[in-house]
C-alpha cells in the first residue's frame, strides 16, 4: 500500500545537475546525510559546531565563508537549557539564526507535515535531528532497512523541496557491550 506513484523515466530525458554542498564532500544540500557513531563521541556537539558555522557564514573546512544561514534543531535528549544553549554560547552562534523543535513527534505523515511547516518558516540551510530513533514510532524498527525507508524518503523529499540539509544523527549502539560494527 504506497500512496507514491511509480513512473518510469527514460535517462536519456533527465538533465545531469551538480550536486550542491553545505559542507564540501561530506553534507550535500538538498539531500539527507546519516551521522552514525558510538555514544559519547561528540556526534551532537559536531552538529552544533557545524550549524554554528552556519549562522555565522564561516567556512567549514576547506570551505571559504558564506552568507550566513538558519539551522533547525530538534534534539530529543539534550535539554535546550541546561546543554544546548550553553553549547551554543560557548562556540559563539548566532542563536537568532539558531532554531530548536521543542515536543515531541514521530516522523510518521502526519508529523512530516509539521516539520515541512516548520522548516517553511524558519528557511533553514541545515535541519538536524537528534538522534533519529526519538523520532521514529514504536512499530518503527532501526534495523530493518525496509522499516525506515518511509521516513527517509519523507524526510529526502523536504530535504529536496527546500533545498536544505537534513542530518540525522544515529547512536549504533546504546547500552549493549558489543559494537555495532562487529
Given amino acids: 500500500e504506497s ?14 545537475r551538480p ?3 553545505l559542507w564540501n564532500g561530506r553534507i550535500p544540500l538538498r539531500m539527507l546525510t546519516d551521522v552514525q557513531g558510538d555514544p559519547g563521541i561528540g556526534k551532537s556537539t559536531s552538529m552544533t559546531a557545524i550549524g554554528t558555522a552556519i549562522t555565522l557564514g564561516r567556512g567549514l573546512p576547506g570551505m571559504k565563508e558564506f552568507e550566513p544561514a538558519n539551522v533547525l534543531h ?15 554560547e560557548a562556540m559563539g552562534a548566532d542563536c537568532n539564526r539558531y532554531f530548536s523543535l521543542k515536543g515531541c513527534f514521530n516522523l510518521d505523515e502526519d508529523s512530516c507535515q509539521l516539520l515541512e511547516t516548520k522548516i517553511q518558516e524558519v528557511t533553514p540551510r541545515l535541519v538536524i535531528l537528534d538522534p533519529l ?6 512499530n518503527v524498527d532501526l ?10 524518503q519523507r524526510l529526502a523529499l523536504l530535504a529536496e523541496k527546500y533545498e536544505c540539509a537534513i542530518v540525522t544523527i544515529r547512536h549504533l549502539t546504546k547500552g549493549g557491550t558489543t559494537k555495532a560494527i562487529y
Avoid at 500512496?3 to 545531469?16: A, E, G, I, R, Y
Avoid at 530538534?74 to 551554543?88: F, I, N, T
Avoid at 534495523?143 to 527517509?152: C, L
Fill in 19 to 21: 550536486v550542491k554542498w
Fill in 74 to 88: 530538534a534534539s530529543a535528549e539534550d535539554a535546550l537549557e541546561d546543554v544546548l544553549k550553553p553549547r551554543l
Fill in 143 to 152: 534495523n530493518r532497512s525496509n522499516h525506515v525507508r518511509q521516513v527517509s
Fill in 133 to 138: 530513533v526519538a523520532y521514529l514510532s514504536g
Fill in 3 to 16: 500512496s507514491q506513484q511509480v513512473t518510469l523515466v527514460k535517462m536519456c530525458d533527465v538533465t545531469s
